[in-house]
T-cell receptor
Framework: NAGVTQTPKFRILKIGQSMTLQCTQD?????MYWYRQDPGMGLKLIYY???????DKGEVPNGYNVSRSTTEDFPLRLELAAPSQTSVYFC??????????????FGQGTRLTVV | AQSVTQLGSHVSVSEGALVLLRCNYS??????LFWYVQYPNQGLQLLLK??????LVKGINGFEAEFKKSETSFHLTKPSAHMSDAAEYFC????????????FGTGTRLLVSP
């Protein structure tokens, strides 16, 4: 089983460039998440989605955009890359129905450097 | 709002020694609690989870954690450390009612020496 797949694994961007981090899951999970991980800071939630067509901001959304046109895909867009966006990005998914909530399953991460 | 606090950014133990990683949570509603492990250059993998059933939860690789409501704690333990346990460990909390967002602690790096 593929689980959560992120591409690319590594990327170097120049300041001001844009890119899309891809995330797809094959577990039919309704919830999907984007986190960034900075040293000593743990994981911070950027955006999340509770289903196709529905997205909302997390703790650190500035400089990012998302869309959720299908259950499987949840791309993260950086429009004008800045050095502060140098980080490791993780996509995750989980299944939530009422009070039932599976754990979140994570992708392998995308290491992004903005120079 | 929910939050978790992990005490100690680094914990060092000798191989065979007890592992204790601390996590305290704050939640206005009954929580779900999780421990994740991250090996170098990899994503996060679930170790164990508390979802309001048994308060003592057993996970993979010999780890376990006990939910203590009176202490708002969910500490992770393993009786005997192995070299392969060296990794970063994250505690996380979410609500068990209504809308779900997973909130992570800052992580604890476990170092295991021979």
């Amino acid at each position: 089983n593929a689980g959560v797949t992120q591409t690319p694994k590594f990327r170097i961007l120049k300041i001001g460039q844009s890119m899309t981090l891809q995330c797809t899951q094959d577990m039919n999970h309704n919830y999907m998440y984007w986190y960034r991980q900075d040293p000593g800071m743990g994981l911070k939630l950027i955006y999340y989605s509770v289903g196709a067509g529905i997205t909302d901001k997390g703790e650190v959304p500035n400089g990012y955009n998302v869309s959720r046109s299908t259950t499987e895909d949840f791309p993260l867009r950086l429009e004008l890359a800045a050095p502060s966006q140098t980080s490791v990005y993780f996509c995750a998914s989980s299944y939530v129905v009422g009070a039932f909530n599976t754990e979140a399953f994570f992708g392998q991460g995308t290491r992004l450097t903005v120079v | 709002a929910q939050s978790v606090t992990q005490l100690g950014s680094h914990v060092s133990v000798s191989e065979g020694a007890l592992v204790l990683l601390r996590c305290n949570y704050s939640s206005s509603v009954p929580p779900y609690l999780f421990w994740y492990v991250q090996y170098p250059n990899q994503g996060l993998q679930l170790l164990l989870k508390y979802t309001s059933a048994a308060t003592l939860v057993k996970g993979i690789n010999g780890f376990e954690a006990e939910f203590k409501k009176s202490e708002t704690s969910f500490h992770l333990t393993k009786p005997s450390a192995h070299m392969s346990d060296a990794a970063e460990y994250f505690c996380a909390v979410t609500r068990n009612t209504g809308f779900q967002k997973l909130v992570f602690g800052t992580g604890t790096r476990l170092l295991v020496s021979p």
